[in-house]
């Protein structure tokens, strides 16, 4: 069993930044491949970022994955946010596959969640 808890979130205006933090139990967090998700109101959950160094088109280069082995944490940077960019983001960890694509079916342990609010 893996478990994730998401920390960061909160409210920022437009034109701001906030990093998000996941930390992840579990001895061999190093293999895990691990994602951000995000979700809307009203909308499907959708992909944001990977440690593949995978981003939606949507936040390439504002948004920047990055992970600390040995802290068992994976963090998003956001920069430059936008209102759209609200949602409650998810970071998910990934023990079956070592590059998987964007596809929350490849994903297998998701954290509780955090939200972010960004207004304009």
């Known amino acids: 069993q893996v478990q994730l808890v998401e920390s960061g979130g909160g409210l920022v205006q437009a034109g701001g930044s906030l990093r998000l933090s996941c930390a992840a139990s579990g001895r061999t967090f190093s293999s895990y491949a691990m994602g951000w998700f995000r979700q809307a109101p009203g909308k499907d959950r959708e992909f944001v970022a990977a440690t593949t160094m995978d981003y939606a088109a949507s936040v390439k280069g504002r948004f920047t994955i990055s992970r600390d082995n040995g802290k068992n944490t994976v963090y998003l940077q956001m920069n430059n946010l936008k209102p759209e960019d609200t949602a409650v983001y998810y970071c998910?960890?990934?023990?079956?596959?070592?590059?998987?694509?964007?596809?929350?079916?490849?994903?297998?342990?998701w954290g509780q969640g955090t939200q972010v609010t960004v207004s304009s």
């Open positions: 998910a960890a990934s023990v079956r596959f070592t590059s998987p694509t964007m596809a929350m079916e490849q994903y297998d342990y």
